[in-house]
């Protein structure tokens, strides 16, 4: 019988094993794929964004800040570099805070975590689908769907959310948590390109801005991002995109109106009375005017979503037309309802309700000796490394309690 065994082998749970196995305890880690870490290979865009400078719990959403606190004072952003220096890998923080391994590639974190874990005296198994877990007298007993069997005093779910089902989190953890009677949390995408109401994106298919996009719920603005904006055939995607998709998507969820608005004009270009003159120096058409502005296939989708024709001259445009055209040039408003589906998503929002979980050892409140940790909790983070870190962070915490 092993003192503690991990379900999945993916940020949390190779995190918790290396901790654990430190600690002088045997551990037995069952991966379901044949490689362990198979998400991680594919995150940051085969960078791998581990954390972020700016580790604060704010950045954190489903749990409230008092179940994510503990475990992000215990493995802080610095804990975490030397977590991972003490693996033989050095974490580096680029100019806008988010953190990633020197080498930035992936496979040097699915590498350092793997043969950290061995060498402490992890057993990692693969292959090992768990079908199901019973809690008996003195332990836990895990069976795989090939009828082997696992004995161990503890047990952790560390089985991940349900996004990228082809990395093997397809979201069968949650079912093995509400065995032991956990609540699940509805679950949906976060970290996900936005659908919009309309046809306007899809005209603009494939035009690329940098910009500010803000949102609104309800008309009362929740956030800011700038970056890159995408418009894609089923409406929007880029940074500011998908840092805002998860309060979007909780927002059409709870029967709210959200909205997104484009800021088209650089931060030099936001002064009415230069945009007036700009507009009084051309004789042409709004169109024509607007196309030595603005990327070249937005003017005409923009200015018929606005109501003004592409041609009109500038000179026969009223004052209050000209104030329309320049409000809207600030904030170009689209409408969101829905998303790419979770497959496409990069965090799954919702999971097992944190209620149930001591916030300060990630054991469950239910069923003494078992512990959920990583993406498989109802708690999601911001884009920027936030995901990665709370699975360590929940994962090396968790290591301390068993
Ligand atoms: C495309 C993409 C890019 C991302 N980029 C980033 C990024 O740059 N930064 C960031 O912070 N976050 C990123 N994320 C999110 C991040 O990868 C996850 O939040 C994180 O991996 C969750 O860790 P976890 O250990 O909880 O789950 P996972 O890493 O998903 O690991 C769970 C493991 O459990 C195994 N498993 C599941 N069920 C069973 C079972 N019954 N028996 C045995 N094994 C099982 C799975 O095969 C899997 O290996 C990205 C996600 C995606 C999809």
Same mark, same amino acid.
């Given at each position: 019988m092993f003192d503690a065994l991990i379900l999945g082998g993916g940020a949390a749970g190779l995190a918790c094993a290396i901790q654990?196995?430190?600690?002088?305890?045997?551990? #037995? @880690? %069952?991966?379901?794929n044949e490689v362990f870490g !198979? /998400?991680?290979?594919?995150? $940051? +865009? &085969?960078?791998?964004?581990?954390?972020?400078?700016?580790?604060?719990?704010?950045?954190?959403?489903?749990?409230?800040?008092?179940?994510?606190?503990?475990?992000?004072?215990a493995c802080s952003e610095t804990v975490l570099a030397d977590f991972f220096a003490t693996l033989g890998m050095p974490l580096t923080a680029l100019e806008d805070g988010r953190v990633f391994p020197h080498s930035l590639q992936a496979k040097t974190v699915v590498h350092a975590l793997t043969k950290g874990a061995q060498e402490a005296g992890a057993e990692l198994v693969s292959n090992a689908y768990c079908?199901?877990?019973?809690?008996?007298?003195?332990?836990?007993?895990?069976?795989?769907?090939?009828?082997?069997?696992?004995?161990?005093?503890? #047990? @952790? %779910?560390?089985?991940?959310?349900?996004?990228? !089902? /082809?990395?093997?989190?397809? $979201? +069968? &953890?949650?079912?093995l948590a509400e065995r032991f009677s956990h609540t699940v949390k509805d679950t949906f995408p976060g970290i996900v390109a936005l659908h919009l109401?309309?046809?306007?994106?899809?005209?603009?298919?494939?035009?690329?801005?940098?910009?500010?996009?803000?949102?609104?719920?309800?008309?009362q603005k929740i956030r800011e991002d700038r970056g890159d904006i995408l418009?894609?055939?089923?409406?929007?995607?880029?940074?500011?995109?998908?840092?805002?998709?998860?309060?979007?998507?909780?927002?059409?969820?709870?029967?709210?109106?959200?909205?997104?608005?484009?800021?088209?004009?650089?931060?030099?270009?936001m002064h009415t009375e230069k945009l007036y003159a700009f507009f009084k120096a051309h004789k042409s058409t709004a169109g024509d005017a607007l196309r030595l502005l603005l990327h070249d296939r937005i003017p005409g989708p923009f200015l018929r979503d606005i109501g003004l024709k592409e041609n009109v001259p500038l000179a026969s445009l009223q004052h209050?037309?000209?104030?329309?055209?320049?409000?809207?040039?600030?904030?170009?408003?689209?409408?969101?309802?829905?998303?790419?589906?979770?497959?496409?998503?990069?965090?799954?929002?919702?999971?097992?309700?944190?209620?149930?979980?001591?916030?300060?050892?990630?054991?469950?409140?239910?069923?003494?000796?078992?512990?959920?940790i990583g993406e498989l909790l109802d708690v999601d983070g911001d884009?920027?490394?936030?995901?990665?870190?709370?699975?360590?962070?929940s994962g090396i915490l968790c290591a301390k309690a068993l």
């Open positions: 654990a196995a430190k600690r002088g305890l045997s551990v #037995c @880690v %069952l991966e379901r !198979k /998400k991680i290979r594919a995150t $940051g +865009n &085969g960078r791998c964004n581990v954390s972020h400078i700016d580790m604060q719990p704010f950045h954190y959403h489903g749990a409230g800040h008092d179940f994510v606190n503990p475990a992000l004072q079908k199901h877990v019973e809690k008996e007298t003195g332990g836990f007993t895990a069976t795989l769907f090939d009828n082997r069997t696992v004995r161990a005093k503890k #047990c @952790v %779910l560390a089985t991940g959310g349900a996004s990228m !089902k /082809k990395s093997g989190s397809d $979201g +069968n &953890g949650y079912a109401q309309g046809r306007i994106h899809k005209e603009l298919d494939g035009v690329k801005i940098p910009s500010k996009l803000t949102l609104t719920i309800d008309g418009f894609t055939s089923y409406g929007l995607s880029g940074p500011p995109v998908l840092q805002q998709s998860r309060h979007v998507l909780w927002a059409l969820k709870n029967g709210r109106t959200p909205a997104l608005s484009l800021c088209l004009l650089r931060e030099d270009w209050r037309d000209l104030q329309k055209l320049i409000a809207a040039l600030r904030s170009w408003t689209f409408l969101p309802n829905g998303s790419r589906p979770l497959e496409h998503a990069q965090v799954t929002c919702g999971g097992v309700d944190t209620d149930e979980i001591h916030a300060e050892t990630m054991e469950s409140k239910r069923v003494p000796g078992l512990y959920c884009c920027g490394g936030y995901n990665l870190h709370w699975a360590f962070a």
